[in-house]
């Protein structure tokens, strides 16, 4: 049985204070439900004071973003280990913004992937479709290379470690979600394409669902049998919104 994750993506929203605030209002709203696992991706220079308003919580911090390099002349880049230094635990890499915005290839998340994964971090790995290539019909090719351009370079040791969201690039911050039964059959897609790494990864693979995800859709999104939590925009700048999304996946 795999446990529900529920990850906010504040993306480049937020201050010092609002983290906070924030942090106090969703411990309180949460209480005591301890029955999903909750991340939230903050921007890097908040990862210090959130990691420590959420410590001896069960809410771990995650960054954006990582360098594919270690450390060096890249100004302007944050590596793995300085994110793992400061208590981050997660990081998203490939999201929709960074391939479609930064102009991030497959090769550049495969390499960031693994800088990632050596230094310790676990990896959200987006991948999703555009309108036009859905309406193309070539949902199935472009999930099956963006996953496939990770799952074939690196070993099962630390694959354990990755877990997909599968985010429909219409449905990003668009107030479209995909239906229900549209998200099973991709991430079942999904499990299928890990499957042929390995049978019992795919089995323990977490594959979240991400785009316009609400207070008033997650519980119907989250009963799919592979739908295994969501990644979440806009409604995770809202404490009671959050709150709210994780108790759909309880
Ligand atoms: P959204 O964003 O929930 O605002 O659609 C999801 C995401 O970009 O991760």
């Not at 990850?7 to 709203?29: R, T, Y």
């Not at 495969?110 to 987006?126: D, E, P, Q, S, Y």
């Not at 609400?214 to 295994?228: L, R």
Request: hydrophobic letters at 40%; one cysteine or more; charged letters at 20%.
């Amino acid at each position: 049985m795999r446990r529900k994750l529920v990850a906010g993506n504040w993306k480049m929203n937020g201050s010092i204070p609002f983290v906070d605030s924030f942090s106090q209002e969703l411990m309180a709203e949460m209480g005591g439900d301890e029955t999903s696992d909750v991340a939230l991706f903050v921007p890097s220079l908040f990862l210090c004071s959130a990691s420590e308003m959420f410590s001896g919580s069960r809410i771990v911090v995650g960054a954006q973003n990582v360098s594919e390099h270690n450390d060096g002349a890249y100004t302007g880049e944050v590596s793995a280990s300085m994110l793992s230094g400061v208590g981050c635990c997660w990081v998203l890499i490939g999201h929709s913004e960074r391939r479609s915005l930064f102009s991030e290839s497959d090769s550049d998340v495969l390499r960031k992937t693994t800088a990632a994964l050596n230094n310790g971090l676990n990896v959200i790995l987006c991948v999703g479709e555009t309108l036009e290539e859905r309406e193309s019909g070539e949902v199935a090719a472009v999930i099956t290379r963006q996953v496939d351009a990770v799952l074939s370079e690196l070993s099962l040791d630390v694959l354990c470690n990755i877990t997909i969201a599968y985010e429909p690039v219409w449905a990003i911050g668009t107030g479209k979600t995909a239906s229900p039964d549209q998200a099973q059959e991709v991430h079942s897609l999904i499990r299928d394409v890990v499957a042929k790494k390995s049978a019992s990864l795919s089995e323990s693979m977490r594959i979240l669902y991400g785009g316009s995800v609400k207070p008033d859709n997650a519980v119907e999104i989250f009963s799919k049998p592979d739908v295994d939590g969501g990644l979440i925009g806009g409604a995770s700048l809202s404490s009671a919104d959050f709150a709210a999304i994780i108790k759909a996946a309880s």
